[in-house]
């Protein structure tokens, strides 16, 4: 059974950084895609950034050029480096692997505010 554990969340000003960490246990942790997911109160959950089993990036205009996602195939782990955060970055951030229909943790509160 894939179980995906957030950490990193919590409260910042805007224009400051956070790195959140998603520890993976439970199957091979190099054949899944991972991905960093988001949902404000009433919004959808968004995707915010994937990674591929090969290392392939992609990340929602929102958040291109400010976020970054990698991933530790050793550690069974996949990061997400968030930087120049905005008020608009509140969300729960959630950890998926194997897209929408695979793996959800638990998720992990982020807070932007002054």
């Known amino acids: 059974q894939v179980r995906l554990v957030e950490s990193g969340g919590g409260l910042v000003q805007p224009g400051g950084s956070l790195r959140l960490s998603c520890r993976f246990s439970?199957?091979?942790?190099?054949?899944?895609?991972m991905g960093w997911y988001r949902q404000a109160p009433g919004k959808e959950r968004d995707l915010v950034a994937a990674?591929?089993?090969?290392?392939?990036?992609s990340y929602s205009d929102a958040v291109k050029g400010r976020f970054t996602i990698s991933r530790d195939n050793a550690k069974n782990t996949v990061d997400l480096q968030m930087n120049s955060l905005k008020v608009e970055d509140t969300a729960v951030y959630y950890c998926?692997?194997?897209?929408?229909?695979?793996?959800w943790g638990q998720g992990t509160q982020v807070t932007v505010s002054s």
């Open positions: 998926n692997a194997g897209g929408p229909r695979g793996f």
């Open positions: 439970g199957a091979i942790f190099s054949i899944y895609a």
């Open positions: 990674i591929s089993r090969d290392g392939s990036i």
